[in-house]
């Protein structure tokens, strides 16, 4: 069974940086790329970018491009986001998916992000 | 563009069937070559659900209530035989000629 578990909920101040992680089980997952989305409070989801774990291409949505970063380790088969200064804006839940042939098959289970002072 | 048009809300009777339209452009939706559509159920506070993809197609395991479709720039999800559990956000996405996913805004499908 494909599994992506994702870390828990982050609560970080305005200018903190944040990595959260998503870890990939039950596939080679080598084989498929990984992406990103996030939902603001109340509102819609939103692509932010994908990563490939075999070579770490990296793409990005232009919202989304320069503000946070999207790595993977393929050795421990994990993929993270991460950003090097928060902002209140940056609030939300963060999915990650499994990306196959230009739809997502598979989701974690969401992690919530909250920037506060 | 920055998101594909979907209706904020439909509602419908339970055994009812209701459909909601994604609309998009000739950059995404309409780009006679793709058939890159996609759908996802959402209940709040789990993970979105893949039930359609390439425009027409349903995941193992999903019910045969769901279909999609594609006509021009616009894409559709119908839902037949409206069930309680039906109700949740439903999302479209399509790929795009700037090699991106795009998403809709969202659809909250109220069963009465």
């Known amino acids: 069974e494909v599994q992506l578990v994702q870390s828990g909920a982050e609560v970080r101040k305005p200018g903190e940086s944040l990595k959260i992680s998503c870890q990939g089980s039950?596939?080679?997952?080598?084989?498929?790329?990984i992406g990103w989305v996030r939902q603001l409070p109340g509102k819609g989801l939103e692509w932010m970018g994908i990563?490939?774990?075999?070579?770490?291409?990296?793409r990005y949505s232009p919202s989304f491009q320069g503000r946070v970063t999207i790595s993977a380790d393929k050795s421990i088969t994990t993929a993270y986001l991460q950003w090097s200064s928060l902002t209140a804006s940056d609030t939300a839940i963060y999915f990650c998916?499994?990306?196959?042939?230009?739809?997502?098959?598979?989701w974690g289970q969401g992690a919530l992000v909250t920037v506060s002072s | 563009q920055s998101v594909l048009t979907q209706p904020a809300s439909v509602s419908g009777s339970p055994g009812q069937s209701i459909t909601i339209s994604c609309a998009g452009t000739?950059?995404?939706?309409?780009?006679?070559?793709?058939?890159?559509v996609s759908w996802y159920q959402h209940h709040p506070g789990n993970a979105p659900k893949l039930i359609i993809y390439?425009?027409?197609e349903r995941p193992s395991g999903v019910s045969s209530r769901f279909s999609g479709s594609k006509s021009g720039d616009t894409a559709s999800l119908t839902i037949s035989g409206l069930q309680a559990e039906d109700e949740a956000d439903y999302y479209c996405?399509?790929?795009?000629?700037?090699?991106?996913?795009?998403f809709g805004g969202g659809t909250r499908l109220t069963v009465l």
């Open positions: 998916t499994r990306y196959y042939n230009n739809y997502l098959d598979s």
């Open positions: 996405t399509s790929y795009t000629t700037s090699d991106t996913l795009i």
């Open positions: 000739s950059s995404d939706i309409g780009v006679d070559v793709y058939n890159f």
């Open positions: 039950g596939y080679t997952f080598t084989n498929y790329w």
């Open positions: 390439d425009v027409t």
């Open positions: 990563i490939h774990p075999r070579n770490s291409d990296a």
